[in-house]
């Protein structure tokens, strides 16, 4: 397999080829302790039947996921039946050069707090009780005292049987590195999914609730008779949210900002510095990612510093934004809006342009019943190659990619250009494809084009091969060019 640096804002390779991923996150949500006993494998199939199909829809990356309670269900003991399973996993990835970054997942911190991720000995939540979600299980984000009080106990690197929780959280990063330091699939460490600001995030729901009422009632944007029409209106309930378009959400967003900007700055960046010091202990190898908190999946400006160690900035590290609509997790999912979640990937680019380093989108997209929220995700998807981005998906499920939905994101791309990009673009409508990208020098490998089928035509100065992806219609063109800026084009 090829290995993947940094360089400014896009991943490379070896050969100094700009590279893009895309694929799924696959997670494992489970306690080590469930209804079937103690977890010793990770919950998913990953026969050669799913590679196939993952590879043929374009897909050469995933985003591993699992619990910090499946990785160290008791203080210093870790489960290395389970870890021996993922580095399994990594065998066969690499075996079909499928690249994986890890992620130590949690929401709402623990399963000992009605969420899930932390082991029991780590969720430290003094004189609160744990409230069960009775509405969406986000609210115990927004109103879980016990949650919040966790998160504020990790971030505060409490003590627990005498060590610090971040302590041994960072010895259960440092151990897994040593595990997998040497697996060519590897792509990187991502040291946990959603940071959440403990209660201060409490305050910032409250603040963001707030700020909607007033704006609601008083902001000139807002046509408020149209609004309580389409309220009042059983036909048109669901458009109501169609009234808070990307700028009017992002005014009210903006009111949790301070308190987000603190809890990046003075709790989330030392974190990532603290993870890190501690893989690259062991290796130098993976990318370390930097994530956003949970609240700017919403469009609050994410704050994060780049991560340094020793006083020496980092040089393989990503930033791996988080971004859905209000109407993710309902069945409302098919009035999703585009200025909404558009502003949010704006606010995520300009973050990009702050740390000057590659993005790949972690959690994006949702779901629903039908095929009418399709269009939203082309739209994501435009935004995406717009922006050079690489992307997993949330979230696989069993036969999501004989799905409509992995028609949509099966679409051509370039996986790996020996140049810089300057733009790439798929016109569903008209089919065809346009790659243009600057080549400074001769490369020892060629650009490589995924293609969902086999192009009808093709133009480009170079010379070319096309290669049929195995039981499938996909294919990868093949191009091999010299030094100066070249155009393809594909018709289909």
Known sequence: MNTISTFGKVFVDEFGRERVFKGFNIVDKRNFKGED???????????????????ARGFNILRLGFSWDLIEPEPGKYNEEFLDDIGKILDKCAEQEIFVFLDIHQDCYSAHVHGNGNPAGATLIDKYKPRKPKLVWAELYFIGKAVHRAFDNFWD?????????????????????????????????DFMNEPYPGKDGGKIFRKIVYKAIRVTLFDRDIKRGKLISDALHKDRRFQVLDHYTGDIFMKITSAGSALMKKFDVERYSPFTRKMTAAVREVTDNGIVFIDNSYWSNIGIPCSNLLIEVDGKKEPKQCFQPHGYDLMVDTPAYKYANNSRVGAIFAEHKRTQERLGIPVLVGEWGGGGEGTEWLPHVRYLLEVFEQNKWSYAYWHYSEGILDAPLSD????????AVSGTVTDFVYDLEAETFTLTYDQDKVFDASTVIYTHKTPKDIVTDGEYTVEAIKNSNAAHVIIKTGVGKHNVSMKF
């Open 37 to 55: 006993g103690e977890a010793k494998s990770f919950n998913f199939d990953f026969s050669d039947t799913f590679f196939e199909r993952y590879k």
């Open 157 to 189: 690197n409490r003590e627990y049987n005498g060590k610090g929780l971040q302590d041994y959280y960072a010895d259960m990063w440092k151990h897994m590195a040593e595990k997998f330091k040497d697996k060519p699939a590897l792509f990187g460490f």
């Open 408 to 415: 949509v994101l099966a679409r051509p791309y370039p996986k």
